[in-house]
């Protein structure tokens, strides 16, 4: 067996007393650690993807390397200034994180101070029959953990045998399984974008929209450093969808709360919400780029350069502005006062729906929903206007939000069967929608531009053939949605929809 198809153990600190005990089968164990330790740093990406897939990424003198639960470590060398996967050198470690998101920065999760070592099995000759690399990783201010890699020796298949049977009786555990993060960083909070609120049958509708706001308030508040500090903009894209999550609650969950009270909640978080638009739409263009580049000829792209030298100008005021807006006495005030009256509840004066079942609830308006865009796209075709396919992109996001809150109320495997086709339409309608804003932004955007100068000309050439091609697209993009609907509303979804929120009935 090479060294590369075995598994990496985690060792309780206690371990390795253990493992230096009396003589397994004739052989003796034998620990030798490296003379000196250096400075480590773990990197991971906010949404903690590399935490969630059980590996550790550690950067130390130069060189990052990839623990992972298969296979042996990866080792390449850094580089002096690493934000993303596409800042790396080219090397191993750089294609096993293919997988995170490349809008996502690496950033620092804690550092403190490695040492390495080898443990062997000798035999009454001082002969090595089987050996592990170890790691060891002191975080500062944290844990202490002992990362263990066996590796056999060719021929010696049974005291590589023993070996895992000493490192597994010592209480070393498989990597992915070991909760590593837990254990070297503790006080390290589990981020994640859609968090699962904990619903019964027996929940009321009152504590489930409450429960859901005071979840998603969280996230927002989770991502105000990252928007402050500007790591990447990913940070400004959950921050808002946690908003637009809470707002969709106060609309969809009609009459749980108040009316007085509920549009006064609509309007305090419509303010949050304000000052991000403009920042948020700047990102968007920024990192679509070079697909508008690739859209028009390169005897047009001196415009392009142009048209992004201005937004990118414009963004630094953006950010600038929003931070000060997050950072603001007032923000803070009003955003801890928000987290208060959905964590104490005492001030939310119920509607007439509140005390309904929030499973009862759910079937209801995820029933109706449901309706309502078949409705609108059995009527759909090339005739349509463009209002229209917007109203049932607006149905099927709040659809979609209705059966992320209510998901753990209904069976897993047939509730995710209904979501794929639904996920395939909302894709087919967020470009349809995509294309028509970005027309409507880039005209609004020439209409600004003041005096015909030979940059504005130059510009305004471009954005004519850039718009001229978004409408093609947003036009081809309006055929698809046609299949994705008839996707989406097949025999088996439609029934799959009776079943779980309409009790079967047609």
Same mark, same amino acid.
Do not use: N
């Given at each position: 067996m090479s060294p590369e198809t075995l598994a990496l153990y985690l060792l309780p600190e206690?371990?390795?007393?253990?493992?230096?005990?009396?003589?397994?089968?004739?052989?003796?164990?034998?620990?030798?650690?490296?003379?000196?330790?250096?400075?480590?740093?773990v990197r991971d990406s906010f949404d903690q993807r590399l935490r969630s897939s059980g590996r550790l990424l550690v950067e130390s003198e130069g060189l990052l390397e990839l623990l992972r639960p298969a296979g042996a470590p990866l080792v390449q060398r850094g580089a002096a200034e690493v934000r993303f996967v596409s800042d790396l050198p080219e090397g191993p470690? %750089?294609?096993?994180?293919?997988?995170?998101?490349?809008?996502? =920065?690496?950033?620092?999760?804690?550092?403190?101070?490695?040492?390495?070592?080898?443990?062997?099995?000798?035999?009454?000759?001082? %002969?090595?029959?089987a050996r592990a690399q170890l790691i060891e990783l002191a975080a500062t201010g944290g844990g202490t953990v002992?990362?263990?890699?066996?590796?056999g020796l060719r021929g010696y298949d049974k005291a590589l045998q023993r070996l895992r049977a000493m490192v597994e009786g010592a209480g070393g555990t498989a990597l992915g399984e070991a909760g590593l993060?837990? %254990?070297?960083?503790?006080?390290?909070?589990?981020?994640?974008?859609?968090?699962?609120?904990?619903l019964d049958r027996e929940t009321g509708a009152f504590d489930a929209a409450s429960d859901i706001i005071a979840a998603y308030l969280q996230v927002a508040r989770a991502n105000e450093a990252g928007v402050i500090a500007d790591d990447d903009t990913e940070f400004l894209h959950d921050y808002r969808i946690a908003l637009r999550k809470v707002r969709s609650v106060l609309s969809l969950f009609r009459d749980v709360y108040d009316a007085e009270?509920?549009?006064?909640?609509?309007?305090r978080f419509s303010d949050l919400m304000s000052p991000t638009g403009r920042l948020r739409d700047l990102d968007v263009y920024l990192l679509e780029r070079d697909g508008f580049y690739a859209m028009v000829p390169a005897s047009l792209h001196g415009g392009l350069d142009r048209m992004f030298a201005l937004f990118a100008q414009e963004r630094t005021g953006e950010h600038q502005s929003l931070a000060a807006h997050l950072r603001s006495t007032a923000y803070r005030k009003e955003i801890?006062?928000?987290?208060?009256?959905?964590?104490?509840r005492k001030k939310l004066a119920k509607g007439s729906k509140a005390d309904l079942s929030a499973y009862d609830f759910a079937?209801?308006?995820?029933? %109706?929903?449901?309706?309502?865009? =078949?409705?609108?796209?059995?009527?759909?075709?090339?005739?349509?206007?463009?209002?229209?396919?917007?109203?049932?992109?607006?149905?099927?996001?709040?659809?979609?939000?209705?059966?992320?809150?209510?998901?753990?109320?209904?069976?897993a495997k047939p509730f995710k069967q209904i979501i794929k086709p639904l996920k395939k339409l909302q894709d087919n309608l967020g470009l349809f929608n995509d294309y028509s804003v970005q027309q409507e932004s880039l005209q609004a955007f020439l209409g600004r531009l003041e005096g015909a100068t030979p940059g504005n000309l130059q510009i305004a050439q471009s954005v004519g053939a850039l718009v001229l091609v978004l409408h093609d697209r947003q036009l081809a993009e309006r055929a698809r949605v046609v299949g994705s609907f008839a996707a989406f509303n097949s025999a088996e979804t439609r029934q799959t929809f009776r079943d779980l929120f309409h009790g079967g009935k047609p």
């Open positions: 206690a371990a390795l007393e253990r493992l230096m005990g009396a003589p397994v089968g004739g052989l003796a164990a034998r620990l030798v650690w490296q003379e000196g330790s250096s400075a480590f740093q470690v %750089k294609g096993a994180l293919s997988d995170l998101s490349s809008l996502r =920065c690496l950033l620092p999760v804690g550092a403190g101070t490695l040492r390495r070592g080898t443990l062997s099995l000798l035999d009454d000759e001082g %002969k090595t029959q002992l990362v263990l890699q066996l590796q993060y837990a %254990k070297l960083f503790p006080g390290l909070s589990d981020y994640t974008p859609k968090p699962v609120v904990s009270l509920t549009a006064e909640l609509k309007a801890k006062a928000l987290i208060k009256l959905f964590d104490k079937c209801k308006l995820i029933w %109706k929903r449901y309706r309502r865009i =078949c409705a609108i796209a059995e009527g759909i075709d090339e005739g349509t206007p463009d209002h229209e396919v917007h109203e049932l992109r607006i149905h099927c996001k709040k659809l979609r939000y209705l059966m992320e809150f209510f998901a753990p109320l209904f069976p």
